[in-house]
């Protein structure tokens, strides 16, 4: 009679074992894979954060560029005015058509 309760009570702790120890591994298994979720959260936070200093410093240099070629276009206009002659100083062209003379003489 002893060995009539053994193979059940055998079976029922080798199967309480079992799933203990599947508990476990798979427990481990999403604890592994919570971590590695937050490390890919913090990397993806820090990314994002880079990403908008990024952009900000983009526009930043884009205002300051813009202000750049605004101050050169104005002192380029202002010298300019300043060293072009007046038309009636212009140079006159020795040829009447307005074509240089490149005729050998």
Do not use: Y
């Not at 490390?39 to 526009?59: F, G, H, M, Y």
Request: hydrophobic fraction near 45%; proline fraction near 5%.
């Amino acid at each position: 009679m002893e060995f009539f309760w053994a193979v059940p009570v055998a079976a029922i702790a080798a199967g309480l074992l079992v799933g203990a120890v599947m508990r476990t591994r798979c427990r481990r298994r999403v604890e592994r894979w919570a971590h590695r979720l937050v490390k890919s959260d913090a990397k993806l936070d820090a990314s994002t954060k880079q990403l908008a200093q990024a952009r900000k410093q983009i526009e930043k240099l884009q205002r300051e560029l813009s202000e750049a070629r605004r101050a050169a276009a104005v002192a380029s206009s202002q010298l300019g005015s300043q060293r072009s002659p007046p038309a009636s100083q212009a140079p006159k062209s020795a040829s009447s058509n307005g074509f240089a003379d490149t005729m050998p003489m």
